[in-house]
């Protein structure tokens, strides 16, 4: 018997259409709110389980890229940087990164930015949101590669490009498997005296 997961006790499910619904009762009442982020995709930036204030944007509100935006993508908040706004057709869409990784995120239309991060508080402090860590060139090369080819797809079709931004990530995250399981194999294969 499958179950309903929204009947599932402690599991609750909400979908898109309601996050959006009580995203625009906030921007009636309030110019900001505060959550617990979870997750490790910003890095030290936005630590995880650390609290986040977010102030809320006007629809018609210009964002700026290096900006860290929440915004809801399918049955999510979520809380990454701002790398490339791209217009496609009628439509304004946004494509973000989190600080920690090589991957852009699948583009989302802009109507579903709820807000900008502003500060965030990991002990009893809060702090400003900094701007993103240097990497090193071939990190910042690949990600602006990945993020340059989400947006030109984009601008033709949209449904494509998140196809293939959610390929990409797929694609990374194997990759980033099998690259921990080869260094725990030498790892363990040092220790034991073997030469691989």
Known sequence: MKRNPS???GQPVVDSERLLAFSSLLRKDSREFEFVLHGRSMGLILPDGSRIRV????AD???RVGQVLTYISSDRVVAHRLVRSVKSGKEEYVITRGDATVCSDWPVPATSVLGIVTEFCASEIW????PPPMRWFGFRWLAFLISSLVANVLIMSPS???WMAKRIIRIHGMLARVLGFLKRRAALTSRAGVIP
């Open 7 to 9: 009947s599932v006790v």
């Open 55 to 58: 102030r809320l944007v006007a």
């Open 61 to 63: 509100n210009q964002l």
């Open 127 to 130: 702090q400003p949101v900094g």
């Open 160 to 162: 494509v490009a998140v």
